[in-house]
């Protein structure tokens, strides 16, 4: 058996709030305490000094899509353009350096945040525009949401019944059908060389941001099945857990596209509506800036509630998207109709999942809290959009934008959080994260540090149905999955005045987290390893590897 001692910094454990050492026998945590106590205990380990830096449980992306987190890092990314002619020019910029046939990826056009200097500079570019400047390429270029897109006419082409599809128009974003459509065939031109260095890209990048493992939101409109097995075959030592986005009429349905994608459960992107940016989230009442319109339901009630039937008849995870108002009326009708029929024993022990469950009211919230449910969320979402005249407010008016993303609200009504990234949506940083759901643009709807912190670790493992109250944590027993990091300041902060009175009194024994401030710098990484193995280090800790 080879013991490491980790000593000299500050180690984030509910069992020892004052830790500073760590030991670990064979890839599981054995002590944790003080430095003076570990070496009298383990006097034959490997001593790894921290050097004064902070140890945490290895984070749990709980929502990314890797093949196009890991093309937007290496490709064209359009996340900062400030105008339609900076987006264009960025366009043909890259263009001009792609070989003839050679496909344009290009992710991250927000044109609710445009300034340009008139209302026609801050709209979306066009069919017309974007041939002008990408010629014969076929150029796939996604809204921020990833729920349309902008597309050359030569990959239009490639997609024969394109202009026969529910959301096709001739010259502006794609969305719906025509948007899976032409996304699909955007797909087929990444070879699978491409598509493994992508994958491994995107992972190699959450393991240098204290990620030690993520939940792959697949499905046929979204990553495609070749993509999705391809993931289940990838040898990388960040845990990938596979949702596969598809609903299931039977139990027998269940099992057998279990078999054929090899997900883990059939949970994830599945789409009941789509995204505020692209107006197809499912509202009751009309969108703010266009009255005429109230999103896309793709699924109706029925398949809903079948889907979690049959999932939760066979015990595996069952799980949606769900943004609008209508979407989220819809799944939990279906969740409070299946508690009386199975009982709410037999859902909460599924872990059944919703995805990004932005409007939900405090009754809804009980529902699903009842039933076991997970909300996996995105607290930079509220970061992006949710300021004064930002998008959330452009679409839904100032009184519904003001209610998105309540994580006060669903932590008190019992639901469980986990907060992910939805990468390339927004990208894979937990601190980041983290100081989002703190600092959220209605305080009413903040959480606390700790709050926050759980929903990245602990909640993390809870969204992937683990649930043995030490994955996520730093004590005997568990798993030695922690990152190590620089830090500035240790605070510690409750989430409001009362319990921050409390909280900083030493003799509250809460363990500190680093400070989150807005204007505070977030911890820097050194090294993240899971389960023995080392996924990323800079060299800088002394006593060699893990």
């Known amino acids: 058996m080879t013991t490491e001692l980790l000593l000299?910094?500050?180690?984030?454990?509910?069992?020892?709030?004052?830790?500073t050492a760590m030991a670990i026998t064979d890839g599981v945590i054995v002590w944790v305490g003080t430095d003076e106590v570990g070496r009298a205990l383990h006097p034959d380990a490997q001593v790894i000094d921290l050097g004064g830096r902070f140890v945490a449980p290895g984070f749990v992306d709980s929502?990314?899509?890797l093949t196009s987190t890991g093309l937007g890092l290496a490709g064209l990314t359009l996340n900062d353009t400030t105008d339609r002619s900076d987006c264009l020019r960025r366009v043909a910029?890259?263009?001009?350096?792609?070989d003839e046939g050679e496909l344009i990826w290009g992710l991250g056009w927000d044109d609710s945040g445009w300034t340009g200097p008139d209302a026609d500079e801050n709209r979306f570019p066009t069919t017309s525009e974007i041939d002008a400047?990408?010629?014969?390429?076929p150029a796939y270029l996604a809204r921020i949401d990833e729920h349309s897109a902008v597309a050359s006419?030569?990959?239009?082409?490639?997609v024969p019944e394109l202009a026969d599809a529910a959301g096709y128009h001739p010259e502006e974003p794609l969305v719906a059908e025509a948007h899976h459509l032409v996304r699909g065939a955007a797909r087929q031109l990444v070879t699978a060389a491409q598509r493994v260095r992508a994958q491994r890209r995107a992972l190699d990048n959450a393991a240098a941001h204290g990620v030690v493992a993520v939940h792959e939101n697949g499905g046929p409109d979204i990553s495609g099945l070749d993509d999705f097995l391809s993931l289940a075959d990838l040898d990388h030592p960040v845990e990938v857990r596979r949702y596969w986005g598809q609903p299931v009429e039977s139990a027998e349905h269940a099992r057998e596209l279990l078999s054929i994608s090899r997900a883990d459960a059939l949970a994830g992107d599945l789409f009941i509506d789509g995204a505020f940016g692209s107006h197809t989230a499912w509202l009751t009442a009309p969108y703010h800036d266009d009255p005429g319109h109230t999103g896309i339901s793709y699924l109706d009630y029925e398949t809903i509630r079948d889907h979690i039937r049959a999932c939760t008849e066979i015990r595996i995870q069952a799980g949606f998207h769900v943004i609008g108002d209508a979407a989220t009326a819809a799944v939990v009708a279906a969740f409070d109709e299946l508690a009386t029929e199975l009982g709410t024993p037999a859902l909460a022990r599924c872990a059944h999942r919703l995805e990004h469950a932005e409007m939900v009211t405090p009754a809804q919230a009980e529902v699903l809290a009842r039933c076991g449910v997970v909300a996996s969320m995105q607290p930079l979402f509220d970061a992006a959009w949710g300021g004064p005249g930002d998008l959330y407010e452009q679409r839904l008016g100032a009184t519904r934008a003001a209610g998105l993303n309540d994580f006060a609200g669903h932590a008190r009504a019992g639901l469980a959080l986990a907060f992910s990234s939805d990468a390339p949506v927004t990208p894979i940083d937990p601190w980041a994260t983290i100081r989002a759901a703190v600092h959220h643009h209605q305080p009413r709807n903040a959480i606390s540090a700790r709050g926050a912190f759980a929903a990245v670790t602990r909640g993390g493992w809870r969204a992937a149905g683990v649930n043995d109250g030490m994955a996520g944590t730093l004590v005997p027993g568990a798993p030695a999955s922690y990152a190590v990091w620089d830090v500035d300041d240790l605070v510690v902060a409750g989430s409001h005045e009362s319990v921050q009175r409390w909280s900083t009194d030493p003799r509250s024994r809460v363990p500190a987290l680093p400070d989150i401030a807005p204007d505070a710098r977030l911890p820097r990484c050194v090294r993240t390893v899971h389960r023995r193995e080392v996924l990323f280090d800079i060299g800088v800790l002394d006593g060699g590897g893990s």
């Open 8 to 19: 000299g910094g500050a180690v984030y454990s509910p069992t020892a709030p004052d830790a």
């Open 93 to 98: 910029e890259y263009a001009a350096g792609t």
């Open 153 to 158: 006419t030569a990959l239009r082409r490639l």
């Open 133 to 137: 400047v990408v010629g014969n390429l």
């Open 63 to 65: 929502h990314v899509h």
